[in-house]
C-alpha cells in the first residue's frame, strides 16, 4: 500500500491542500472499498440513506447529514462490522416538475397536457440529475465513504415496481380505498397534498378578515346575522350559518344604523367596539336552528326551487344549523358553511344533505363548489368568473374584489387586516387552499395504535422526539391521501372498467400477463395506453401518480427491487439499524417508512404481515437533525448574500474543521444553528493546528525506534504523567463507545478539543525536559500509543487529519480507516489519579491568578504557597513535585481548615538566591526567543554573548538552551547569540 508523503510539521499547514491529497490516496489504494471488502462476512450494520434531489446544490444541511451518515458507519466498520453504504436519488414528483414546467414556461397543469405528457416527462428525466455530478464532488470532498455510482433511483423500473408491490399490499388488505374529502389541494399543480406535506409549507401572511351581513328572512327586514370568515372567496359558496346550540346569543340594535343583529353574546364587546348599541333579547343558539336567511350572493339562490332536489334538500338550504365545533375564540359565534372548502362545514353538509348518498346529477347540483381545481371562480359566479381566488403574486387582491361587492351591496358590517399562518405548495409557494376532491387514501387510522406501538420500539436521538414532535404526530395521525393529479411519478396500479370494477397490479411481470404487452417503462404516458381485457370488460389505467413521498416510504425494499430480487439482501438490511435526516421529516421521510413498515408488517387476526419480519418500523435508531440558518438567525439566502458557500469554507478551513463544527453543534440534537464562520475557524486553530503542533512535537523530540504500546496488554508504566494520560485516553474511549453506540454525535464530537488540549498544553509542555533525555523510551513509547489510538478514536469524526496522524506514526502505509476501533484494558485506568489530577489543575489556575493579582512573573520563583485545605493528593510526592513546578516555588504548605472555598497565600519574600534564580529563567526565556528568530533546530548548538548572568545557574541555563555562555569583554556590547 502506497504511503502518504512524511510532512514536515515545523511549517504551517494547508489543511485543504492536505485533505485534497488524502482524498487521492483513499482513491489510489480504494480504502472505502477495501474497509467493504475486509468485513464482507461480518455482522451487518444496516443504514438507509434518504434519497434527496439533484435539482439543487448541497447546502449546509445536507452536509451535516452526510457527515453524520459518513461517522455512524465508519464507527460501526472500525468496530467489525459490515455496512452497507448506497446513494439514492428522489427523482419524481412535483421538485422537478415545477422547474421543467418553469423552463417550458408552462403555466399550469393544462399546459403541460397540451405540451404532451411524454414530451414533459422525458424533459424531466433528462434534467432530474442537472446536479449530480455537484453532488458527488461535494459529498467527495467532506470525506464521506458512500457508493454513488450504483445509486438506486425512484424513477427506475425495478424501483418502481416495487413501490406497486407496497401498494398492492396495502390493498389486499383492505387499507387504500378512494373517498371524497375536503383536503388541501394546491391550485397552481392542480393537485391535493397530504396533511404533511401541507404542514412544511406554513408561513406568516396578512389576510383581510370579513364580517358579513345575512339578512334575516320573514322579518321586518332590518335584521341580520354577523358572520366571520378570513377567506371571503368562499363566501358566494355558502350554503348554510352554524351556530352553537348551547351557547348564548343575542341580538342588539345599533343606534347608528338603525339595524339589528344576531351573534355570539360572548363575542360583542369585540365585535362592536367603539359602537353603540342596545341589546334586544338574549337566547340560546338552539332557538336559532331553522331561521332562514338571504344568501348574499345570487348565483346559487335557483337551488331553493330545483324541483331535480329532495325536498328536504331544499328546504335546509340557506337555513342556520346547530354545530358543537363553533367557539367563541374569535369572530361572532356565527359560522358560514361552504361545505366545498373546509373540512367541518364538509362533515355539517354531508349530515345534513346526505350528498355521498345522491346521484351524481343531484349532487353536481347540489353541491356548490364554485371554485375550479385551479383555483379559479366557475363561470356561474358571474361577477368574478375567471378570477384566481388566491393568486400568488396578489393573494388578498380577490378578497378585496369580494369586500368592494358587500359594500356596494351594504352587507359588510366591517374588514380588518390580520396576520396568520396559511398553508403554501411546499414546492412551488403557492397559497393552499381547502377543497373537497376525490383522491386514493392509506387507512392509516386502522392501524393508528400499531404506529405508536413500533414508535415505542424506536430509539430517537434527541429522545424527547419519540414522544413529543414524533409520537404526537403519530396520535393525530389521519388517512394519508396518495393519488396525485400529476405526470411525472409512479402511476397509481389500478385498471377500472366502466361498472367501476377494479384491477391492482403488483409488477411489471404481472401486467404484462394481463396486458399481453411488453412492459419496458412503467411511467404515466406507456401504462396510460396500456388496456386489460378480462372477463369481457376492458380495464383502463387510472390516470393519478404516487405521492413521491409514498416512493421514498418504499425506499427499504425498492432500493433492492423486492420482493421480485435480492430477498436476501433485502432481509439482511431491514430493518435499518440507523437512519437520519432533518427534523422536518418527522412528518416527511420517517412518517413514511414508519407507516408503510407498520402497514406491510402487521400481523394479527386481520393481517398477515407481507415481510420476513412482524409488527415493526423500518428503521431502530434515528437522528433527527435541526436548521442552519444564517449568522443573523435568518434563512441563507444567495440574494441576502448572508451565508458563505460551503465550497469556499472547505477551501479555506478543510472539511475537517467544518465537520467538527457541524457535528458538535447543537444542531445534530434538533436544535437551530446561527452558522457562523469565524466559528469555523476557531477550530482550526484551536484544534488542528494544536494537534499539527503536537505531531512537530513528536517529530521533533520523540524517540520513533521503539515499538507502540500494546494497549490491550497490561504493562507497568512508572511515570505518573505517562500513567495519567494512558487513564485519560481509556476514559476518553469508554466515553466515545458509550456515546456513539447509542448514536449520541453531539457529545462525541465535544470530547476532541479537550482531549488535544490536554495532550498538548498539559502533557507535552509538562513533559518536554523529560523528551530531551536520553533515557525518553518509555515517555516516546507511550507519547505514540497516545497518538495512535486516540486518532484511531477520533477517525470516524474527522477521518481526513487523523489519516495524517496514522500515517506519519505508522509505517506500513495502511490507512487508518482499515483499522479496528481501539480496546484498550481497563488495566490503564485510574479514575482516582485522573481526579487528583483535575485537582492540581484547579490549584495551578488559583495560584496562577493569585499571582497575577500581586502581579509577580510565572517565572520569578517564590519560597512557598500555602493553600488554605489540603489536596487529596498531598501525601503524593509526584503529583506535589508537578504542582511545585507549574507554580514555581519551593515548598507546598497545606492549612488545616475545612472551607468549601480554596485560597492561597504566596510567600513574597526574596532570598538572594531566589532572585538569581528568576533572573536565570529570564536569560533562558531570552535565549530560546533568539534561536526562535534565528529559526535554528532544536540541536543546533550556539554561542551567547552576555554581559552577565548568575554564575551559579550556569549548567541550568546552557542545558535548557543548547548554548555555550560567553560572557562580553568589550564595554558597549549587547547581549547577542550567533553561531
Same mark, same amino acid.
Given at each position: 500500500?502506497?504511503?502518504?508523503?512524511?510532512?514536515?510539521?515545523?511549517?504551517?499547514?494547508?489543511?485543504?491542500?492536505?485533505?485534497?491529497?488524502?482524498?487521492?490516496?483513499?482513491?489510489?489504494?480504494?480504502?472505502?472499498?477495501?474497509?467493504?471488502?475486509?468485513?464482507?462476512?461480518?455482522?451487518?450494520?444496516?443504514?438507509?440513506?434518504?434519497?434527496?434531489?439533484?435539482?439543487?446544490?448541497?447546502?449546509?444541511?445536507?452536509?451535516?447529514?452526510?457527515?453524520?451518515?459518513?461517522?455512524?458507519?465508519?464507527?460501526?466498520?472500525?468496530?467489525?462490522?459490515?455496512?452497507?453504504?448506497?446513494?439514492?436519488?428522489?427523482?419524481?414528483?412535483?421538485?422537478?416538475?415545477?422547474?421543467?414546467?418553469?423552463?417550458? =414556461?408552462?403555466?399550469?397543469?393544462?399546459?403541460?397536457?397540451?405540451?404532451?405528457?411524454?414530451?414533459? &416527462?422525458?424533459?424531466?428525466?433528462?434534467?432530474?440529475?442537472?446536479?449530480?455530478?455537484?453532488?458527488?464532488?461535494?459529498?467527495?470532498?467532506?470525506?464521506?465513504?458512500?457508493?454513488?455510482?450504483?445509486?438506486?433511483?425512484?424513477?427506475?423500473?425495478?424501483?418502481?415496481?416495487?413501490? %406497486?408491490?407496497? !401498494?398492492?399490499?396495502?390493498?389486499?388488505?383492505?387499507?387504500?380505498?378512494?373517498?371524497?374529502?375536503?383536503?388541501?389541494?394546491?391550485?397552481?399543480?392542480?393537485?391535493?397534498?397530504?396533511?404533511?406535506?401541507?404542514? $412544511?409549507?406554513?408561513?406568516?401572511?396578512?389576510?383581510?378578515?370579513?364580517?358579513?351581513?345575512?339578512?334575516?328572512?320573514?322579518?321586518?327586514?332590518?335584521?341580520?346575522?354577523?358572520?366571520?370568515?378570513?377567506?371571503?372567496?368562499?363566501?358566494?359558496?355558502?350554503?348554510?350559518?352554524?351556530?352553537?346550540?348551547?351557547?348564548?346569543?343575542?341580538?342588539?340594535?345599533?343606534?347608528?344604523?338603525?339595524?339589528?343583529? *344576531?351573534?355570539?353574546?360572548?363575542?360583542?364587546?369585540?365585535?362592536?367596539?367603539?359602537?353603540?348599541?342596545?341589546?334586544?333579547?338574549?337566547?340560546?343558539?338552539?332557538?336559532?336552528?331553522?331561521?332562514?336567511?338571504?344568501?348574499?350572493?345570487?348565483?346559487? @339562490?335557483?337551488?331553493?326551487?330545483?324541483?331535480?332536489?329532495?325536498?328536504?334538500?331544499?328546504?335546509?338550504?340557506?337555513?342556520?344549523?346547530?354545530?358543537?365545533?363553533?367557539?367563541? /375564540?374569535?369572530?361572532?359565534?356565527?359560522?358560514?358553511?361552504?361545505?366545498?372548502?373546509?373540512?367541518?362545514? *364538509?362533515?355539517?353538509?354531508?349530515?345534513?344533505?346526505?350528498?355521498?348518498?345522491?346521484?351524481?346529477?343531484? +349532487?353536481?347540483?347540489?353541491?356548490?363548489?364554485?371554485?375550479?381545481?385551479?383555483?379559479?371562480?366557475?363561470?356561474?359566479?358571474?361577477?368574478?368568473?375567471?378570477?384566481?381566488?388566491?393568486?400568488? /403574486?396578489?393573494?388578498?387582491?380577490?378578497?378585496?374584489?369580494?369586500?368592494?361587492?358587500?359594500?356596494?351591496?351594504?352587507?359588510?358590517?366591517?374588514?380588518?387586516?390580520?396576520?396568520?399562518?396559511?398553508?403554501?405548495?411546499?414546492?412551488? /409557494?403557492?397559497?393552499?387552499?381547502?377543497?373537497?376532491?376525490?383522491?386514493?387514501?392509506?387507512?392509516?387510522?386502522?392501524?393508528?395504535?400499531?404506529?405508536?406501538?413500533?414508535?415505542?420500539?424506536? =430509539?430517537?436521538?434527541?429522545?424527547?422526539?419519540?414522544?413529543?414532535?414524533?409520537?404526537?404526530?403519530?396520535?393525530?395521525?389521519?388517512?394519508?391521501?396518495?393519488?396525485?393529479?400529476?405526470?411525472?411519478? @409512479?402511476?397509481?396500479?389500478?385498471?377500472?372498467?366502466?361498472?367501476?370494477?377494479?384491477?391492482? #397490479?403488483?409488477?411489471?411481470?404481472?401486467?404484462?400477463?394481463?396486458?399481453?404487452?411488453?412492459?419496458?417503462?412503467?411511467?404515466?404516458?406507456?401504462?396510460?395506453?396500456?388496456?386489460?381485457?378480462?372477463?369481457?370488460?376492458?380495464?383502463?389505467?387510472?390516470?393519478?401518480?404516487?405521492?413521491?413521498? !409514498?416512493?421514498?416510504?418504499?425506499?427499504?425494499?425498492?432500493?433492492? &427491487?423486492?420482493? !421480485?430480487?435480492?430477498?436476501?439482501?433485502?432481509?439482511?438490511?431491514?430493518?435499518?439499524?440507523?437512519?437520519?435526516?432533518?427534523?422536518?421529516?418527522?412528518?416527511?421521510?420517517?412518517?413514511?417508512?414508519?407507516?408503510?413498515?407498520?402497514?406491510?408488517?402487521?400481523?394479527?387476526?386481520?393481517?398477515?404481515?407481507?415481510?420476513?419480519?412482524?409488527?415493526?418500523?423500518?428503521?431502530? =435508531?434515528?437522528?433527527?437533525?435541526?436548521?442552519?440558518?444564517?449568522? /443573523?438567525?435568518?434563512?441563507?439566502?444567495?440574494?441576502?448574500?448572508?451565508?458563505?458557500?460551503?465550497?469556499?469554507?472547505?477551501?479555506?478551513?478543510?472539511?475537517?474543521?467544518?465537520?467538527?463544527?457541524?457535528?458538535?453543534?447543537?444542531?445534530?440534537?434538533?436544535?437551530?444553528?446561527?452558522?457562523?464562520?469565524?466559528?469555523?475557524?476557531?477550530?482550526?486553530?484551536?484544534?488542528?493546528?494544536?494537534? %499539527?503542533?503536537?505531531?512537530?512535537?513528536?517529530?521533533?523530540?520523540?524517540?520513533? &525506534?521503539?515499538?507502540?504500546?500494546?494497549?490491550?496488554?497490561?504493562?507497568?508504566?512508572?511515570?505518573?504523567?505517562?500513567?495519567?494520560?494512558?487513564?485519560?485516553?481509556? @476514559?476518553?474511549?469508554?466515553?466515545?463507545? &458509550?456515546?456513539?453506540?447509542?448514536?449520541?454525535?453531539?457529545?462525541?464530537?465535544?470530547?476532541?478539543?479537550?482531549?488535544?488540549?490536554?495532550?498538548? @498544553?498539559?502533557?507535552?509542555?509538562?513533559?518536554?525536559?523529560?523528551?530531551?533525555?536520553?533515557?525518553?523510551?518509555?515517555?516516546?513509547?507511550?507519547?505514540?500509543? #497516545?497518538?495512535?489510538?486516540?486518532?484511531?478514536?477520533?477517525?470516524?469524526?474527522?477521518?481526513?487529519?487523523?489519516?495524517?496522524?496514522?500515517?506519519?506514526?505508522?509505517?506500513?502505509?495502511?490507512?487508518?480507516?482499515?483499522?479496528?476501533?481501539?480496546?484498550?484494558?481497563?488495566?490503564?485506568?485510574?479514575?482516582?489519579?485522573?481526579?487528583?489530577?483535575?485537582?492540581?489543575?484547579?490549584?495551578?489556575?488559583?495560584?496562577?491568578?493569585?499571582?497575577?493579582?500581586?502581579?509577580?512573573?510565572?517565572?520569578?520563583?517564590?519560597?512557598?504557597?500555602?493553600?488554605? +485545605?489540603?489536596?487529596?493528593?498531598?501525601?503524593?510526592?509526584?503529583?506535589?513535585?508537578?504542582?511545585?513546578?507549574?507554580?514555581?516555588?519551593?515548598?507546598?504548605?497545606?492549612?488545616?481548615?475545612?472551607?468549601?472555598?480554596?485560597?492561597?497565600?504566596?510567600?513574597?519574600?526574596?532570598?538572594?538566591?531566589?532572585?538569581?534564580?528568576?533572573?536565570?529563567? $529570564?536569560?533562558?526565556?531570552?535565549? $530560546?526567543?533568539?534561536?526562535?528568530?534565528?529559526?535554528?533546530?532544536?540541536?543546533?548548538?550556539?554561542?551567547?554573548?552576555?554581559?552577565?548572568?548568575?554564575?551559579?545557574?550556569?549548567?541550568?541555563?546552557?542545558?535548557?538552551?543548547?548554548?555555550?555562555?560567553?560572557?562580553?569583554?568589550?564595554?558597549?556590547?549587547?547581549?547577542?547569540?550567533?553561531?
Amino acid at each position: 500500500m502506497t504511503k502518504l508523503k512524511s510532512k514536515d510539521f515545523r511549517k504551517t499547514p494547508n489543511l485543504a491542500q492536505l485533505e485534497e491529497e488524502i482524498l487521492q490516496f483513499w482513491e489510489d489504494e480504494q480504502v472505502f472499498e477495501q474497509s467493504l471488502k475486509q468485513r464482507e462476512n461480518a455482522e451487518n450494520f444496516s443504514f438507509y440513506d434518504g434519497p434527496p434531489f439533484a435539482t439543487g446544490l448541497p447546502h449546509y444541511g445536507h452536509l451535516m447529514q452526510s457527515m453524520i451518515k459518513d461517522l455512524i458507519p465508519r464507527y460501526q466498520t472500525m468496530k467489525g462490522k459490515y455496512v452497507r453504504r448506497v446513494w439514492g436519488w428522489d427523482c419524481h414528483g412535483l421538485p422537478i416538475e415545477n422547474l421543467i414546467e418553469k423552463g417550458l =414556461n408552462l403555466k399550469d397543469k393544462q399546459a403541460i397536457e397540451d405540451f404532451g405528457v411524454a414530451a414533459f &416527462n422525458q424533459a424531466c428525466q433528462a434534467r432530474v440529475l442537472t446536479y449530480a455530478k455537484d453532488w458527488e464532488k461535494t459529498i467527495k470532498r467532506i470525506g464521506r465513504f458512500i457508493d454513488m455510482k450504483n445509486a438506486y433511483k425512484t424513477m427506475d423500473k425495478t424501483y418502481m415496481e416495487s413501490v %406497486w408491490w407496497v !401498494f398492492k399490499e396495502l390493498y389486499k388488505k383492505g387499507l387504500i380505498y378512494q373517498s371524497h374529502k375536503v383536503m388541501h389541494i394546491c391550485p397552481r399543480c392542480s393537485t391535493p397534498l397530504s396533511n404533511f406535506e401541507v404542514t $412544511q409549507g406554513y408561513q406568516e401572511v396578512k389576510d383581510l378578515a370579513v364580517t358579513a351581513k345575512f339578512k334575516l328572512l320573514n322579518d321586518d327586514g332590518n335584521t341580520y346575522f354577523l358572520s366571520w370568515t378570513t377567506t371571503a372567496w368562499t363566501l358566494p359558496g355558502n350554503m348554510f350559518l352554524a351556530v352553537n346550540p348551547d351557547l348564548d346569543y343575542v341580538l342588539v340594535e345599533s343606534k347608528a344604523k338603525n339595524e339589528k343583529y *344576531y351573534l355570539a353574546k360572548a363575542r360583542l364587546t369585540e365585535v362592536f367596539v367603539d359602537q353603540d348599541y342596545q341589546v334586544i333579547r338574549t337566547v340560546k343558539g338552539q332557538e336559532l336552528i331553522g331561521l332562514n336567511y338571504q344568501p348574499i350572493f345570487p348565483y346559487f @339562490t335557483n337551488l331553493k326551487e330545483d324541483l331535480d332536489l329532495p325536498i328536504e334538500a331544499r328546504k335546509l338550504l340557506f337555513s342556520v344549523q346547530a354545530a358543537q365545533f363553533v367557539n367563541l /375564540d374569535e369572530g361572532t359565534g356565527i359560522v358560514h358553511i361552504a361545505p366545498a372548502f373546509g373540512e367541518d362545514d *364538509y362533515q355539517l353538509g354531508e349530515s345534513l344533505l346526505n350528498f355521498s348518498q345522491l346521484d351524481n346529477h343531484a +349532487k353536481s347540483k347540489l353541491f356548490i363548489q364554485h371554485v375550479d381545481f385551479s383555483g379559479r371562480f366557475i363561470e356561474a359566479v358571474t361577477d368574478f368568473a375567471g378570477m384566481e381566488v388566491k393568486a400568488k /403574486d396578489q393573494p388578498q387582491a380577490t378578497d378585496v374584489e369580494i369586500i368592494r361587492y358587500l359594500a356596494k351591496k351594504d352587507l359588510l358590517f366591517a374588514k380588518k387586516q390580520i396576520t396568520h399562518s396559511y398553508p403554501h405548495c411546499w414546492r412551488c /409557494d403557492s397559497p393552499l387552499l381547502n377543497y373537497a376532491t376525490s383522491s386514493w387514501f392509506v387507512e392509516v387510522s386502522a392501524f393508528k395504535e400499531e404506529l405508536l406501538k413500533n414508535n415505542q420500539a424506536i =430509539n430517537w436521538q434527541p429522545a424527547h422526539i419519540k414522544d413529543g414532535r414524533f409520537g404526537n404526530w403519530l396520535a393525530e395521525a389521519r388517512d394519508w391521501a396518495i393519488s396525485r393529479n400529476r405526470f411525472w411519478g @409512479t402511476p397509481l396500479p389500478l385498471w377500472q372498467s366502466e361498472d367501476g370494477d377494479l384491477i391492482c #397490479v403488483a409488477s411489471a411481470d404481472e401486467l404484462e400477463k394481463l396486458s399481453g404487452q411488453k412492459i419496458n417503462n412503467l411511467h404515466k404516458e406507456f401504462v396510460d395506453e396500456i388496456l386489460i381485457e378480462k372477463d369481457g370488460k376492458i380495464y383502463r389505467h387510472l390516470p393519478e401518480v404516487l405521492d413521491c413521498w !409514498f416512493e421514498s416510504g418504499a425506499m427499504p425494499y425498492a432500493q433492492f &427491487n423486492y420482493p !421480485f430480487a435480492n430477498q436476501e439482501l433485502f432481509e439482511k438490511n431491514f430493518p435499518a439499524n440507523f437512519i437520519s435526516e432533518g427534523q422536518d421529516q418527522t412528518r416527511g421521510w420517517f412518517y413514511t417508512l414508519h407507516v408503510l413498515a407498520t402497514a406491510l408488517s402487521m400481523s394479527n387476526d386481520k393481517f398477515e404481515s407481507s415481510l420476513n419480519k412482524a409488527n415493526t418500523s423500518a428503521f431502530e =435508531n434515528v437522528m433527527c437533525t435541526g436548521l442552519i440558518m444564517a449568522s /443573523d438567525g435568518k434563512k441563507m439566502s444567495k440574494r441576502l448574500n448572508n451565508y458563505p458557500e460551503p465550497q469556499v469554507i472547505l477551501d479555506k478551513y478543510g472539511a475537517d474543521s467544518l465537520r467538527l463544527y457541524l457535528l458538535s453543534s447543537a444542531a445534530v440534537k434538533a436544535e437551530t444553528l446561527n452558522f457562523e464562520e469565524q466559528e469555523v475557524a476557531d477550530i482550526r486553530r484551536r484544534i488542528f493546528l494544536i494537534w %499539527w503542533n503536537i505531531l512537530a512535537f513528536y517529530q521533533t523530540f520523540a524517540d520513533q &525506534n521503539f515499538d507502540k504500546l500494546d494497549l490491550e496488554q497490561e504493562k507497568e508504566i512508572s511515570h505518573v504523567l505517562d500513567r495519567w494520560l494512558l487513564s485519560r485516553l481509556t @476514559t476518553l474511549q469508554k466515553k466515545l463507545v &458509550n456515546y456513539l453506540d447509542n448514536f449520541d454525535v453531539m457529545r462525541a464530537t465535544r470530547l476532541i478539543a479537550p482531549f488535544i488540549n490536554d495532550l498538548s @498544553t498539559w502533557y507535552l509542555r509538562l513533559s518536554r525536559e523529560r523528551f530531551k533525555n536520553d533515557d525518553s523510551k518509555e515517555a516516546s513509547q507511550v507519547f505514540a500509543s #497516545v497518538l495512535t489510538v486516540s486518532a484511531q478514536l477520533f477517525a470516524p469524526i474527522v477521518p481526513f487529519f487523523t489519516e495524517l496522524v496514522y500515517q506519519q506514526l505508522n509505517k506500513e502505509g495502511k490507512s487508518i480507516h482499515l483499522s479496528d476501533y481501539p480496546k484498550i484494558l481497563d488495566f490503564y485506568q485510574d479514575k482516582k489519579l485522573e481526579a487528583e489530577m483535575r485537582e492540581l489543575k484547579q490549584l495551578v489556575e488559583l495560584g496562577h491568578a493569585q499571582r497575577k493579582s500581586v502581579q509577580v512573573p510565572l517565572r520569578q520563583p517564590l519560597a512557598s504557597i500555602t493553600f488554605n +485545605k489540603a489536596a487529596s493528593f498531598k501525601n503524593n510526592t509526584e503529583l506535589s513535585a508537578i504542582l511545585k513546578q507549574e507554580l514555581n516555588v519551593k515548598e507546598i504548605l497545606w492549612g488545616q481548615e475545612n472551607e468549601k472555598d480554596l485560597s492561597a497565600v504566596f510567600d513574597l519574600e526574596l532570598s538572594a538566591d531566589l532572585e538569581a534564580e528568576g533572573t536565570a529563567r $529570564q536569560i533562558v526565556r531570552r535565549i $530560546q526567543n533568539w534561536r526562535k528568530k534565528a529559526g535554528l533546530k532544536v540541536d543546533d548548538k550556539v554561542s551567547a554573548y552576555l554581559k552577565t548572568w548568575p554564575n551559579q545557574f550556569t549548567n541550568m541555563i546552557e542545558e535548557k538552551t543548547n548554548t555555550q555562555l560567553i560572557r562580553a569583554k568589550i564595554e558597549g556590547l549587547k547581549d547577542q547569540v550567533e553561531d
